[in-house]
């Protein structure tokens, strides 16, 4: 394939959430600031938004990498639980023995747990991606989770992540109270063109690439306008450029490369591609 040929160690423009390939742009340093400040202070409930494909996973895998050992995290990656399926996640990820047996039953020892880790220095962190999906429902439940506390600080950190109507569910009549107690939240903003050039001569860089200038300036700009600053069209866009320009032998991507592979893709949206 084209590593050979461009001269890369790995592919650069894979579209999975590997935290290597991270780009910190200004957005993403300062919501990485913000959420490790509000976990390690216990500050209670975050949220962090961003349209799709604006490296919202990327970022979280970061951000756990980024937290001490004395944080247990538990992650739920499927938000279309019932209330019984929240609590048994629960009741498994904290090692309780034998069965959930009834919600009152795994509040209490859900507390019991809680202050034990905090007696011992350690921080819980509640992860729920996808929360737009969630149910107003269980967003109820998962505001009254948020009341496990002592007088000094709260025993448990939720964050939810999600695409931006998470905020519009949030300020919803029903569960405005849950909105109010949010203390730490970020919206992630697509890259401008400046961060896009770097994006992309960052993943070179860290893919092993001997030029990480394989992109001309103006095919750079036409990528941008292509995909509006999402890491991920971006992603994709610069791999198909990669192949087109290894088929036609091309040890620069241009901006003809590019434009053919925006229309091969049907990436019909963003800013007008220049010509020439």
Do not use: W
């Amino acid at each position: 394939m084209y590593t050979g040929f461009y001269r890369i160690r790995e592919k650069p423009f894979e579209v999975t959430p590997d935290p290597r390939f991270l780009y910190l742009s200004e957005t993403h340093r300062e919501a990485l600031a913000r959420l490790i400040y509000g976990i390690n202070q216990r500050k209670g409930f975050l949220l962090l938004t961003g349209d799709v494909g604006t490296g919202k996973t990327t970022l979280l895998n970061a951000l756990y990498r980024r937290l001490n050992g004395s944080t247990q995290i538990i992650s739920i990656n499927n938000p279309r639980l019932s209330m019984n399926d929240l609590y048994r996640s629960f009741y498994l990820a904290l090692g309780f023995k034998g069965f959930y047996r009834s919600k009152v039953k795994f509040l209490q020892d859900l507390r019991d747990c809680l202050q034990r880790s905090a007696a011992s220095g350690q921080n819980v962190l509640l992860v729920i991606d996808e929360a737009q999906c969630l149910p107003v429902r269980l967003l109820e439940e998962v505001r009254l989770l948020s009341n496990l506390e002592t007088h000094t600080q709260k025993l448990l950190n939720i964050f939810l992540v999600g695409q931006p109507e998470l905020r519009q569910n949030l300020n919803g009549f029903r569960i405005r109270a849950l909105s109010q107690r949010i203390t730490i939240q970020y919206n992630i903003r697509p890259l401008d063109r400046e961060d896009t050039a770097a994006y992309i001569k960052s993943r070179l860089v860290t893919a092993g690439a001997y030029d990480p200038t394989l992109f001309s300036s103006k095919a750079v700009k036409l990528i941008h306008g292509y995909s509006q600053g999402c890491p991920r069209v971006i992603n994709i866009l610069c791999d198909n450029a990669l192949i087109t320009g290894f088929a036609e032998g091309k040890p620069v991507i241009d901006q003809k490369i590019v434009r053919e592979c925006g229309k091969e893709i049907r990436l019909d949206f963003g800013e007008k591609p220049e010509q020439g």
